[in-house]
């Protein structure tokens, strides 16, 4: 074989080995840039899955604080009539005076205690028009 012939075959043979190289280097490159495609498609699936989450948390709040407005339009409800009750008892003792000591003392009695849970009930409904959250399970004894 000539020799300008054997330096040609030379001189692509390491042409073909830098090529073989750059396709090594290359294949590499796609291979990092799949691998990041992967991890950020993980972390996209991850935010999706978190924002889902914050969504649901959002209904829930919703939910509880619908049920709040419920349960402060019920105590409101009761405080009403329970107050229509002190003062039809305060219209009876004033009208009929002082009955004797037993009724008096019942009488006295069911105002003192329609009293305490009318005070009760209000204190509850301040703390509930602050837009706290409070559990059903707290009014179970309602």
Known sequence: MPNSKKKTIEELT???????????????????????FENLEKLYQGQ?????????????KDDMLDLNEKIINRYE????????KIAELEEIINKYGPPN??????????????????AEQTKLLETLSNDKIVLASDFADI
Request: hydrophobic share 35%; no cysteine; net charge negative.
């Open 77 to 84: 409800l009761e405080t009403e009539a329970q107050e229509k």
């Open 14 to 36: 390491q042409l073909n080995e830098i090529r073989k190289e750059q396709i090594k280097s290359l294949t590499e490159i796609m291979e990092m840039k799949d691998q990041k």
């Open 101 to 118: 000591d037993t009724s008096m003392v019942t009488i006295m009695l069911s105002h003192m205690k329609l009293a305490q849970k009318v």
């Open 48 to 60: 999706e899955t978190r924002l889902k989450n914050v969504d649901e948390l959002m209904k829930n």
